[in-house]
């Protein structure tokens, strides 16, 4: 039982890696973008 756990658990853990990196690189490229249009947007507002 732990033995087949453990594998389940290993394939399970290596696939959710694999869509969490992809998610954590588009929430980054997103992030990165929205921090960027804050900043020269506040720099604009203010003289």
Same mark, same amino acid.
């Given at each position: 039982?732990t033995?087949? /756990?453990i594998?389940?658990?290993?394939?399970?853990t290596?696939f /959710?890696?694999?869509?969490?990196?992809?998610?954590?690189? @588009?929430?980054?490229?997103? /992030?990165t973008? @929205?921090? @960027?249009?804050?900043?020269?947007?506040?720099?604009?507002?203010?003289?």
């Amino acid at each position: 039982m732990t033995a087949i /756990g453990i594998v389940f658990w290993d394939g399970m853990t290596s696939f /959710g890696l694999h869509i969490w990196d992809s998610m954590t690189a @588009i929430r980054l490229i997103f /992030g990165t973008a @929205i921090i @960027i249009l804050v900043v020269l947007m506040t720099q604009k507002l203010s003289p």
